[in-house]
């Protein structure tokens, strides 16, 4: 997971892609990162209709109270993704791509971070 993590953040930063594009990626890299928290936890969500919203709602069980603003965040990034991915095109700006990139990198980190204390036998 850590690799596909990586490569999506590093994909959201290409230059020449679109906002969208940039967006999603970064997105999934979130995305990536909740799961890495969920499967640390014990735990697995099914590809279910609505599984999106139950991966971040579960970081707020698993991480604790500081994992609130990243769980809403990337609620509200969810529903952007979805237009962007079913919907319609030019829906991200330059600066929204760019904020939820740096959003992702440092949500990642906080689940590196709370990987290492938590069991260190899964540390980078």
Known sequence: MRSLVARD???ASVAGLSADRRF????N??????NMVIACAGYRVTAKIG???ISFDSIKLALGSGADKYADYFETCRRKRNVIDY???HVATDTEAKEI???ATEFYEGVEGWIDSKFPTLKR
């Not at 999603?24 to 997105?27: I, K, L």
């Not at 890299?29 to 909740?34: F, K, V």
């Open 29 to 34: 890299a979130g995305l990536l990162a909740a």
């Open 24 to 27: 999603a990626t970064a997105y």
């Open 9 to 11: 953040l590093a994909d």
């Open 101 to 103: 990139q740096e959003k």
């Open 87 to 89: 919907t319609r095109s």
């Open 51 to 53: 599984h999106h919203k």
